[in-house]
């Protein structure tokens, strides 16, 4: 199967952690017999081409240019997961958040019509449908005391973007995760970039990682490859293997640069790659 991946980003900065990324897909196209094309382009070209290659795509970038990317290419709605993931928090609780938080991309009226007409596509009940009021308190409350059972969570655009804030607080999640934008002419996966002085070697990879496992389950069905990819990642993170710019870098004793992480992500994929070809 030939699988197309697109990796963009609005900075230089990223280049090293995209390269890693290009040489890690390769290891897992080898691991599994599959010929991936692996494209690293600049963000002009993601703009031209979105809506006229088919493919994966994924941008790696400040939040201001999610905004400007999502106007540009008329994305309508924004969906944050949460995986459970031990290991990532700043709390001592083993409790973290399970599920996600879905919601209109904005608050104009053309990104919530376009929201509920994907609902109804989707056969979903707006009744369940969480808004900024005061029945969005139980959900609160489940989410800072019983995370684990968060479940998906489908908003207004104010209830998202409460909710997603705090999910990621409690899970400490901020520099593992990312979003996927949903648009009718398919989806952008944006892994955010934050850290203006870090340097180049200092940008961790799990995010992006992440992204990629999701992106290869929900466009190309690669169920045995996307779960690879997310269980070599994980490995390592549980690990305890940081980067610079993770939150908990200053009290890990296991501070490596980008290269580095992403070449124990490598290893972690062939061994698992070899497991589950038996």
């Known amino acids: 199967m ?26 897992l196209a080898i691991a599994f017999g599959h010929s991936f094309l692996v494209r690293l382009i600049d963000y002009e070209e993601l703009i031209d081409s979105f809506s006229k290659e088919d493919g994966i795509y994924i941008l790696a970038a400040e939040e201001t240019h999610k905004a400007e990317t999502a106007k540009t290419l008329n994305f309508f709605a924004e969906k944050l997961s949460f995986s459970g993931l031990a290991n990532v928090s700043l709390l001592k609780s083993n409790m973290l958040a399970k599920g996600s938080v879905l919601s209109p991309i904005d608050s104009s009226t053309s990104s919530l019509a376009s929201f509920r007409g994907y609902l109804q596509a989707k056969k979903t009940d707006e009744t369940a449908l969480i808004k900024a009021d005061e029945k969005i308190l139980p959900v609160i409350e489940k989410l800072m005391f019983s995370p684990e059972n968060m479940g998906d969570l489908i908003c207004d655009y104010n209830a998202g973007s409460i909710l997603r804030q705090i999910a990621t607080i409690i899970s400490g999640t901020q520099l593992v995760s990312f979003n996927i934008l949903r648009g009718n002419e398919g989806n952008l996966y944006y892994v955010p970039l934050v850290g203006e002085n870090l340097r180049e070697s200092a940008i961790n990879p799990y995010g992006l990682y992440f992204a990629i ?28 293997w940081r980067t610079e710019d993770c939150l908990m870098a200053p009290m890990s004793e ?22 589950m070809q038996d």
Not at 2 to 17: E, F, G, P, V
Not at 218 to 240: D, I, M, S
């Open 213 to 240: 496992s999701s992106a290869l389950m929900e466009k190309y069905r690669l169920e045995k490859e996307a779960l690879c990819l997310q269980t070599a990642t994980a490995n390592v993170l549980k690990a305890g």
């Open 254 to 275: 296991n501070l490596i640069d980008t290269r580095e992480l992403c070449s124990l992500i490598d290893e972690q994929i062939m061994l698992a790659g070899e497991l």
């Open 2 to 27: 030939r699988i197309k991946l697109s990796l963009c980003s609005t900075k230089q900065r990223a280049n090293t952690l995209l390269n890693c990324a290009q040489q890690s897909l390769t290891e």
